[in-house]
Structure formats: C-alpha cells, structure tokens
C-alpha cells in the first residue's frame, strides 16, 4: 500500500516541527535531538528497549530518493488518467494476472467464500501494487520510515506513527527491524501494506503459523481479503457505474463532496447526473471525475465498494485502475478453456 493511501490523512495530522538547524541529514538519526525524543517516547509508551531502539536507528540513512519520490507533481493539471491507466491496465500484469490466479485458485476461491471479495479484486490489487511478488520495492524499510518521519515535515507525524508500527511489527515476529524491505514510502511485500495495517489487518492465511506477505502470495491473498471486508466490502453489489453529467457546475459540487457515496439516486437526477447504462442502482453513490489532459474527462457513480478501495489507496485513479484490470482479468480467466 503506497503513499497515496496516507496521502488524504495527513492533512488532518499536525505536523511536526523540523529538527534545529544544526540537526540536518546529514547528522546520524540516533544523534538528532528530535529522534532521541522519537526513541524515549516509544520506549515508554510500547515498553521496548530505548537502547536497542537508538541502536536500530543507527544504521537508518538519509534517502535523499525518498523524498524526491515523495514530493507530489508539480501541478494538478498533470494527473492523467489515460496516462495512469496505461501503467496499470497492460498485457504484462494481465498475463501475470492470470498466471498467478491459475496457480492460487484454491486459495483465491477460499477468499473469496470467507470474506465475500471477487478473486479478480484481490488479483488486480496484488498486480497494481507489487506486479504479483515481483516488483514490491528494494528500498530498506527503516530508512525510508526515517527519511520520511524526520526529514519530510509535511507528513512526519504520519511517518513517525508508521516508524513506530515498524518497531512493533519487528517485536510481533521477532525480527530484526533493519531486516524489512519494500517502498519509498514504507509499503511491504505483495500487497504493499504500510506496518500499521500488516499488524491489523494481515493474516496467517494458509496457517502455518506466521504471517507473511513479503514471501508467501497465501497469505498476502488473505490479507487483501480481509483488508476489504473490515473495510465494509459489500459481496455482489457494483462498484461503480460510467455517468452521464448536464450541468457542469452541478457535477462540480458534487465531485467537490468527496469519495464518500452519499447523494441518492433521487438528489444526483435533481443535479443532472445520472448512470450511463440502463441498469439502475439504487444506491447512494458519488460522482467521480477521471481528468486528463489529453481527452475528454470520464464521470463514474462510485457505490460503496468503491470507496472501500479507496480505503486501501486514497486515489480515484488507483480504485478505477483495480476494477478495470479485476474486470480485464475476469473476462479473460473466463473464456480460458
């Protein structure tokens, strides 16, 4: 699970104050004032060692890459959907998608009973977020964490919580907290979940009696599985439906609502919005726009469980992404022989 999952939140999260002056990257982390703070303060709260902690934080370096990945475009008008798209909706992840449900049927099947989310969902997640095992990241977890929790004002006190939960995770399977590894922003294994949602969410899938998602497809498929269903997935009910829209200034305010379904199917008549298909969903829903620069603007209604994909990435584009590559995937799985 990447940045763009936190993104959202961080707004509403007060942001720490940079380290004095003379406390730059370039001085060791378990120098710093400020992470020596960090260190006393989760020693105290958690009950770990401040020792080992400071020790742990020793070998944690500066990514100046971490940052410059982080850092959002330098403007809005460059999102692109059909740009976003074709990174994700490609023959490579389609292959690979259908390779790896071949091999994980039995466990994708499992899933999908116990925790009502289609296989080709958890699939396309799987192959967005990590291309199915193969590309989750190289970056060292804990110096990322680091860069991002004392070096990156905007989001540290988010980053902070997350280096905390990497302590944590490393206590819960007693690892060595320098041993992790997977993006710039924090995200582990297959399907890329930051430290606090492993520890809530990631389970033990094929039970054998640990959790892991960074080696072990049976357990990631589990944890999306079960990321989607506390979430609120609804088994059967549509995500989203493309929109009809005839008042601009209309669907402006309501895209300006927000992800969250909330206008009837009554209130969105009342504004000119309505579903582009004779099927009719009775449902609140929200009115997603899908800009790009390049070509006319998509409109989608976004049901409940599209939200709930927004819940694992806070980005409209990622949550269209999952259900046209599930979508994909699904088609073509099916006419298989």
Same mark, same amino acid.
């Given at each position: ?147 991002? #929790? ?168 990622? #949550? ?18």
């Amino acid at each position: 699970m990447d940045i763009r999952t936190l993104g959202a939140l961080s707004a509403l999260l007060l942001i720490s104050p940079a380290a004095p002056a003379e406390e730059t990257s370039a001085t060791p982390y378990a120098e710093r004032t400020d992470v020596r703070a960090f260190a006393h303060e989760l020693a105290k709260r958690e009950g770990l060692d401040e020792a080992k902690i400071l020790a742990s934080l020793c070998e944690a370096r500066f990514q100046p890459s971490v940052i410059k990945a982080i850092l959002p475009p330098a403007s809005p008008a460059s999102r692109s959907w059909v740009r976003y798209r074709a990174r994700f909706l490609d023959r490579p992840r389609i292959t690979g998608g259908l390779g790896f449900w071949q091999i994980y049927s039995d466990a994708l099947t499992r899933a999908e009973k116990q925790y009502g989310v289609p296989a080709e969902i958890i699939v396309a997640i799987i192959g967005i977020e990590s291309i199915y095992g193969r590309g989750p990241g190289n970056y060292q977890t804990l110096s990322a964490l680091a860069t991002l #929790a004392f070096d990156y004002p905007p989001r540290a006190e988010l980053f902070r919580q997350e280096l905390s939960e990497l302590f944590l995770l490393a206590r819960d399977q007693s690892r060595d907290v320098a041993s992790f590894k997977g993006s710039y922003a924090g995200a582990i294994g297959l399907p890329q979940f930051m430290p606090s949602s492993i520890r809530r969410f990631a389970i033990d899938f094929d039970a054998d009696g640990k959790i892991d998602l960074e080696m072990n497809p049976v357990d990631a498929i589990g944890s999306v599985a079960n990321f989607l269903n506390k979430h609120g997935w609804k088994n059967g009910e549509i995500a989203a439906l493309p929109a009809r829209v005839s008042d601009a200034q209309n669907a402006a305010a309501a895209i300006e609502g927000g992800i969250v379904p909330r206008y009837s199917r009554t209130e969105l008549a009342r504004l000119g919005i309505s579903a582009d298909t004779p099927l009719t969903v009775d449902a609140p829903a929200a009115l997603i726009d899908l800009p790009s620069p390049e070509a006319a603007t998509e409109y989608w209604l976004g049901y409940a469980n599209f939200y709930v994909i927004t819940r694992y990435n806070r980005s409209s584009f990622y #949550a269209m992404s999952v259900l046209q590559l599930a979508r994909a995937l699904r088609t073509e799985h099916d006419q298989q022989p």
